[in-house]
């Protein structure tokens, strides 16, 4: 960018803001794309905040509860409260809520809606990714449900979780219920039977898939194979191309084969139970970093979001945006 548009874009930007006390979600963007292009400036897009390692649940695929009873497994009000205040200040747009399971998180008086309405106030837009054992209700722009397959093969991952599940999801009013399935050596050949029954749920807007991540923690076996993964991302791409609203875009999804994409991990902020809060990948201080077996979609879309690359803006728009 030449200097002379560089700093008349500056000036429209802040012009901008001046007229809005509240920022409409254009301004909001426009004002990070502007950040990124700042030398030197690194915003995080979004952060991973991980309240607590505690649940109700014991998934096969999940290393977070073997931790719940280690030191500082689960945060404090004042600890959530200043770890947000930290995000805000770094410039992160989009805080995604995870755990362990966060709809357990209490703190004397305080709930998980108590964090949600704060965050809500301060970002972009706020999210959760919860197990589904609890009533989906919560002060959030986008409520992901974790279903890891159809009923047998999600009860043998899940704790046998997916009636309660079920229930919950047909008894939910939020305004955005998304199901998260990752995909793993069990489950994969799940995925059109899954969609099937998730166009049974009339409050759910759609799907988004992942690829399972081995931590080493024993959960190895799950892993996909090469070949398997490649299967199962032809799998993905034929639902969506039946017109299933899998809202993974397809390039990112082919480039999920072999990793073949530009990772931007600065625009990740993770924030752990200990008030820990650090930029990079989501695997840091959690595990073995891996590149060659990443399966973090959300990740790819984010990254290509940055690159301009349009199936990703458009994943963007209607998960985050859209009404």
């Known amino acids: 960018m030449q200097p002379k548009t560089f700093y008349r874009f500056a000036k429209i930007i802040f012009v901008l803001r001046g ?11 426009l004002d990070f794309i502007f950040k990124r292009r700042i030398p030197g400036c690194r915003v995080p897009l979004l952060a991973s905040v991980k309240l ?23 945060m404090s009000y004042e600890t959530a409260i200043a770890s947000l205040d930290t995000l805000k200040r770094m410039g992160t747009r989009i805080v995604i809520f ?8 209490k703190d004397g008086r305080y709930s998980f809606s108590d964090i949600a309405a ?8 706020v999210g959760v990714t919860t197990n589904g054992s609890f009533p989906l209700e919560a002060p959030v722009d986008v409520l992901w449900v974790s279903v ?7 009860d ?19 305004p955005k219920v998304l199901v998260h399935f990752t995909m793993n050596r069990e489950n994969w050949r799940d995925i059109n039977g899954l969609a099937e029954m998730v166009r049974s749920f009339d409050r759910v807007r759609g799907m988004t898939v992942q690829f399972f991540y081995p931590y080493n ?34 390039s990112r999804l082919r480039a999920m084969i072999d990793n073949t994409w530009k990772c931007h991990e600065d625009i990740l902020a993770n924030v752990d139970p200990d008030g820990t809060c650090e930029t990079g990948c989501y695997v840091k201080n959690r595990g073995t970093v891996n590149c060659a077996a990443c399966g973090f979609t959300p990740v790819a879309e984010a990254s290509g979001a940055i690159d301009f690359i349009p199936g990703s803006l458009m994943a963007g728009w209607k998960i985050f945006v859209s009404p």
């Open 19 to 29: 007229f809005m006390a509240r920022r409409h979600w254009s301004i909001d963007l």
């Open 52 to 74: 607590t390692y505690r649940c109700n649940l014991r998934c096969l695929g999940c290393p977070f509860h073997l931790r719940s009873n280690g030191k500082r497994a689960h």
């Open 98 to 105: 995870e755990g362990g399971e966060p709809f357990l998180w």
């Open 118 to 125: 704060y965050a809500r106030e301060r970002f972009f837009r």
């Open 148 to 154: 890891d397959g159809l009923p047998e093969t999600h």
């Open 156 to 174: 043998r991952l899940r704790s046998n979780s997916f009636a309660s599940i079920a229930a919950n999801l047909r008894a939910t009013t939020h």
């Open 217 to 250: 923690q024993g959960e190895e076996p799950l892993a996909l194979s090469p070949d398997e993964r490649r299967d199962a991302v032809a799998e993905a791409l034929r639902l969506k191309g039946r017109g299933f609203p899998l809202l993974n875009s397809a």
